[in-house]
């Protein structure tokens, strides 16, 4: 097996193993799987044709899904880097930690655990899909992508600082959708019939 | 070396996602993760951060439809060198 032949053949071995967090990714970014597969297979052939940028092997994985992350926001950078003015602010002290410890919650066991122990992955991903995009996009690759506030920053070509605030936005935000679906879900009803069981 | 400065529940939750992010130089890591050792309530409270935290980088991982995976595998094929 000549060189060339030997690094196709690793390509092919390194993308399909990775091929679940490509999709994962993608699909946190581009919300529905049509578009996120399209986003897959655009972000393989140009990691191909840029094959010779990947300096060491090992890192593999981060530089393809900055690839995948950057094709993403090739069109929206200006979007993304826009965060639109509505009142979000108001929402940055958010904590579902604190509204699960308040005195009328406190039910058998810990509120929190509990909590965790009944979230569904469908609510997570519908919470972050209803995350306006700067955020969303901020927590898909901190969050589910654990990409540093540095590359998110190079990423999105957006200072630290900027990747910082928006991240706590969005997570606040995040965790605001969870405790309001929790409340539609009967969380509430479910805690005042356990605090009356145990009482 | 000397010992961690003592800190506050509030600097330590104002520092927590920036501990779970991995993001904090020596120093400041140090002092925080000392303050959850000695503090229940805002250990409980970087416990639950970090499991959520878990379950939201689960969702980086799709189950690939067979369909997906051919259409992959052509397109690998159809490289050339």
């Given at each position: 097996?000549?060189?060339?032949?030997?690094?196709?053949?690793?390509?092919?071995?390194?993308?399909?193993?990775?091929?679940?967090?490509?999709?994962?990714?993608?699909?946190?970014?581009?919300?529905?799987?049509?578009?996120?597969?399209?986003?897959?297979?655009?972000?393989?052939?140009?990691?191909?044709?840029?094959?010779?940028?990947?300096?060491?092997?090992?890192?593999?994985?981060?530089?393809?899904?900055?690839?995948?992350?950057?094709?993403?926001?090739?069109?929206?950078?200006?979007?993304?880097s826009?965060?639109?003015?509505?009142?979000?602010?108001?929402?940055?002290?958010?904590?579902?930690?604190?509204?699960?410890?308040?005195?009328?919650?406190?039910?058998?066991?810990?509120?929190?655990?509990?909590?965790?122990?009944?979230?569904?992955?469908?609510?997570?991903?519908?919470?972050?899909?209803?995350?306006?995009?700067?955020?969303?996009?901020?927590?898909?690759?901190?969050?589910?992508?654990?990409?540093?506030y540095g590359?998110?920053a190079?990423?999105l070509e957006v200072p630290v600082g900027t990747v910082r605030s928006r991240?706590?936005?969005?997570?606040?935000?995040?965790?605001?959708?969870?405790?309001?679906?929790?409340?539609?879900?009967?969380?509430?009803?479910?805690?005042?019939?356990?605090?009356?069981?145990?009482? | 070396?000397?010992?961690?400065?003592?800190?506050?529940?509030?600097?330590?939750?104002?520092?927590?996602?920036?501990?779970?992010?991995?993001?904090?130089?020596?120093?400041?890591?140090?002092?925080?993760?000392?303050?959850?050792?000695?503090?229940?309530?805002?250990?409980?409270?970087?416990?639950?951060?970090?499991?959520?935290?878990?379950?939201?980088?689960?969702?980086?991982?799709?189950?690939?439809?067979?369909?997906?995976?051919?259409?992959?595998?052509?397109?690998?094929?159809?490289?050339?060198?």
């Amino acid at each position: 097996m000549d060189a060339t032949t030997a690094d196709r053949a690793w390509f092919e071995h390194a993308v399909l193993d990775l091929l679940p967090e490509l999709l994962g990714t993608a699909r946190r970014l581009a919300r529905n799987r049509e578009d996120a597969e399209d986003l897959a297979a655009e972000a393989i052939s140009r990691a191909w044709l840029h094959r010779a940028s990947l300096r060491e092997r090992e890192r593999f994985a981060g530089w393809m899904l900055r690839i995948l992350s950057n094709l993403y926001l090739s069109g929206r950078r200006a979007e993304a880097s826009r965060p639109q003015e509505t009142a979000l602010e108001d929402e940055i002290e958010f904590s579902l930690f604190e509204r699960l410890h308040q005195p009328f919650l406190l039910w058998w066991g810990t509120p929190e655990q509990e909590f965790l122990d009944r979230l569904l992955r469908e609510d997570l991903i519908r919470a972050i899909e209803a995350l306006p995009d700067p955020f969303r996009i901020v927590v898909v690759l901190a969050d589910v992508r654990g990409f540093s506030y540095g590359e998110v920053a190079a990423v999105l070509e957006v200072p630290v600082g900027t990747v910082r605030s928006r991240l706590a936005r969005g997570r606040a935000l995040l965790q605001k959708a969870l405790w309001e679906h929790a409340c539609d879900a009967g969380l509430r009803s479910d805690t005042a019939r356990a605090n009356r069981e145990h009482a | 070396m000397s010992e961690p400065r003592p800190i506050e529940c509030e600097e330590a939750l104002r520092l927590l996602a920036e501990l779970l992010d991995d993001e904090l130089h020596d120093g400041t890591r140090e002092e925080v993760e000392r303050h959850l050792h000695l503090c229940r309530s805002c250990f409980s409270r970087a416990e639950f951060e970090r499991r959520l935290k878990r379950e939201i980088s689960a969702l980086g991982r799709e189950d690939v439809s067979p369909a997906f995976e051919h259409r992959v595998r052509r397109l690998l094929g159809s490289f050339t060198t």
